[in-house]
């Protein structure tokens, strides 16, 4: 079991979380036709890097969104913070 910071409600079970993608992935622009081989790509292609990534969580007992910082090879999370402060 992990423990994960939620930036709204604080440490919880990782069981409480959901992957939602990589934070800067950009989405196809949708008021041209989107080639299907493009929207394959978006959906299901992932970086998949080594090291330090950022990365959009759902805490699902407060429906908030937030980007965690973790380490991919050690597991170890290095933080949280709500999303809204990435848009500003």
């Known amino acids: 079991m992990q423990i994960f910071p939620c ?4 440490p919880r079970n990782e069981t409480e ?3 939602a993608g990589e934070l800067g992935k950009l989405r196809p622009a949708t008021m ?3 080639a299907a081989q493009d ?3 978006y959906l299901y292609a992932q970086r998949n890097d080594k090291g330090l990534v950022r990365e959009v969580w759902m805490h699902l007992t407060c429906s908030e969104l937030f980007v965690m910082e973790r380490d991919s090879v050690t597991m170890q999370v290095l933080g949280s913070r709500s999303l809204r402060e990435d848009a500003v």
């Open 7 to 10: 930036p709204f409600c604080g």
């Open 17 to 19: 979380f959901h992957f």
């Open 32 to 34: 041209v036709r989107v």
């Open 39 to 41: 929207w394959a790509t």
